[in-house]
């Protein structure tokens, strides 16, 4: 079937050209079946493997002209686990010499219908409190406080910020 938009086929029926040849089964892995079928000229099969749930994990990526050659691929188990292994190791060095993400200021998150930064983890956010809750702490490099956690109060009736001093220690002004 062509692609050409000015043809008089619709697009829904049936392809005019449905010759495929089909070569006998593949049983490189025991228990799997797969019709040696090449894919459509230009296309190929991707077979990816990920090393864990988060965004971090080593992956692999194994390209074949069809199913069968990837099962074929596959099957070789020793050269596999040995990809596999390499691409562990390399992504766990690679992770140990990048930065972590935090540039130092606090991700932000959606509360009560505004954007509002998260609270910073590194931060001993326990014992700074205000009589409007937990006191929301912003760090702008050369400075840093602790502000009022009460939410939607005038200036005049937010509990004064605490700054952070030369010490370390934050106290308000």
């Keep these: ?23 006998p089964m593949n049983t490189a892995l025991p228990g799997v079946s797969v ?19 988060g965004f971090d994990a080593p992956w ?33 060095y690679f992770a140990a010499t990048g930065k972590a993400a935090t540039s130092g200021a606090a991700p932000k998150r959606f509360e009560n219908g505004k954007v509002t930064p998260a609270p910073n983890p590194a931060a001993d956010t326990g014992a700074y409190t205000c009589n409007h809750g937990q006191r929301n702490f912003k760090d702008g490099g050369a400075w840093a406080a602790y502000f009022c956690g009460g939410r ?5 009736e937010q509990c004064p910020p605490l700054w952070r001093q030369a010490d370390g220690s934050f106290r308000a002004k």
């Design 1 to 23: 079937m062509t692609d050409d938009p000015f043809a008089d086929v619709s697009p829904w029926d049936p392809p005019i050209n449905t010759t495929t040849e089909e070569t």
């Design 35 to 53: 019709m040696n079928t090449p894919v459509a000229d230009g296309d190929k099969v991707r077979v990816t493997l990920k090393g864990g749930a």
């Design 60 to 92: 692999i990526t194994i390209d074949a002209p069809s199913v069968a050659d990837a099962v074929a691929q596959l099957s070789r188990k020793d050269e596999v686990k040995a990809l596999a292994d390499a691409a562990a190791k390399a992504g766990a």
């Design 152 to 156: 939607g109060l005038d200036k005049s």
